[in-house]
């Protein structure tokens, strides 16, 4: 939120394809694909634009731990439905990165875009996995059974709505590209 004196939040206007529609630093996961988390912070202090729910920006305003650091650098409205929601960018850190450990400092209460990243549930129902993580081709292979768990998890807790069309199409995907069976997981049941 800005402080007494300083402009108000600027407003951008960005048709909803185009905040969905994947860049050039998302791959389609595959089968033997390899990753574990290094630790290593470069995800926190690379340029990026976090973006947030008004669930979470509630909970940041309202949580002491959050609120201390946590500003709003933009609202984002799509014209065409009208919604929107908040962000704020990270050039060079993020300000709950703590840089002498590399670790978040707020990692159970992170927000959406970063309990989700290095992945992605695309609106086409497919995973997709950020090529600027260096945890890529090291670990164990990624399951993507676990990893559609885990993000809708996460969107539940951000209160973001997950339509039940793309969950069942990633399981079609994750059955046809991986070969492996599961039945359609509501969040309840995580």
Same mark, same amino acid.
């Given at each position: 939120?800005?402080?007494?004196?300083?402009?108000?939040?600027?407003?951008?206007?960005?048709?909803?394809?185009?905040?969905? #529609?994947?860049?050039? #630093?998302? &791959?389609? %996961?595959?089968?033997?694909?390899?990753?574990?988390?290094? $630790?290593?912070?470069?995800?926190?202090?690379?340029?990026? &634009?976090? /973006?947030?729910?008004?669930?979470?920006?509630?909970?940041?305003?309202?949580?002491?731990?959050?609120?201390? $650091?946590?500003?709003?650098?933009?609202?984002?409205?799509?014209? *065409?439905?009208? %919604?929107?929601?908040?962000?704020?960018?990270?050039?060079?850190?993020?300000?709950?990165? =703590?840089?002498?450990? /590399? %670790?978040?400092?707020? +990692?159970?209460?992170?927000?959406? *875009?970063?309990?989700?990243?290095?992945? %992605?549930?695309?609106?086409?129902?497919?995973?997709?996995? *950020?090529?600027?993580?260096?945890?890529?081709?090291?670990?164990?292979?990624?399951?993507?059974? &676990?990893?559609?768990?885990?993000?809708?998890? +996460?969107? !539940?807790?951000?209160?973001?709505?997950?339509?039940? !069309? &793309?969950?069942?199409?990633?399981?079609?995907?994750?059955?046809?590209?991986?070969?492996?069976? *599961?039945?359609?997981?509501?969040? =309840?049941?995580?």
């Amino acid at each position: 939120m800005p402080k007494e004196g300083e402009p108000p939040v600027k407003i951008v206007t960005i048709p909803r394809g185009e905040e969905t #529609e994947p860049g050039e #630093e998302w &791959r389609v %996961l595959a089968p033997g694909t390899r990753w574990t988390c290094l $630790k290593c912070g470069e995800c926190c202090r690379r340029a990026y &634009r976090v /973006n947030i729910t008004w669930v979470e920006f509630r909970r940041a305003t309202e949580d002491p731990e959050i609120r201390e $650091k946590f500003r709003v650098d933009g609202v984002i409205v799509d014209p *065409s439905t009208g %919604l929107s929601h908040p962000f704020f960018g990270i050039e060079g850190g993020c300000p709950y990165l =703590d840089p002498k450990t /590399n %670790l978040c400092t707020i +990692h159970p209460k992170r927000f959406y *875009s970063c309990a989700a990243w290095p992945f %992605l549930l695309h609106t086409d129902g497919k995973i997709y996995y *950020s090529k600027e993580c260096p945890g890529f081709g090291r670990g164990p292979e990624v399951d993507p059974r &676990r990893v559609l768990k885990e993000i809708l998890h +996460h969107r !539940e807790r951000a209160g973001m709505v997950t339509e039940r !069309e &793309r969950v069942e199409k990633c399981w079609k995907w994750i059955e046809e590209r991986f070969g492996l069976k *599961s039945k359609y997981v509501t969040p =309840d049941e995580l």
